[in-house]
Nanobody, 123 residues
């Protein structure tokens, strides 16, 4: 069982920055790839970013590459998503997840989800 708690969302103007955090419970955090997905109103949930167990492999969706940065602290069971140069189209609920696998630059979600954190970017 894995429990995930996200925080750090909010309202920001276009061009601004936000830092999302996800803290996981469970002893196996350091052995899991961890990632972020998002869901905008009326759209399906989509992959955003993921980071491998030791932080060596990092994956980004094309729409966020160069603007978002993923990092992790295994000692704190924490994964962070630093979001810069935010755009209105980044508005969504952001969810933490431990992807089952990644192929190329896309990762596929497991069944474990946090409650999500709302990110709203105004134009």
């Amino acid at each position: 069982q894995l429990q995930l708690v996200e925080s750090g969302g909010g309202l920001v103007q276009a061009g601004g920055s936000l830092r999302l955090s996800c803290v996981a419970s469970g002893r196996t955090f350091s052995s899991r790839t961890m990632g972020w997905f998002r869901q905008a109103p009326g759209k399906e949930r989509e992959f955003v970013a993921a980071i491998g167990r030791s932080g060596d492999n990092i994956y980004y969706a094309g729409s966020v590459k160069g603007r978002f940065t993923s990092s992790r602290d295994n000692a704190k069971s924490q994964v962070v998503l630093q979001m810069n140069s935010l755009k209105p189209e980044d508005t969504a609920v952001y969810y933490c997840n431990d992807p089952k696998y990644c192929i190329g630059q896309v990762c596929y979600a497991s069944r474990y989800w946090g409650q999500g954190t709302q990110v709203t970017v105004s134009s």
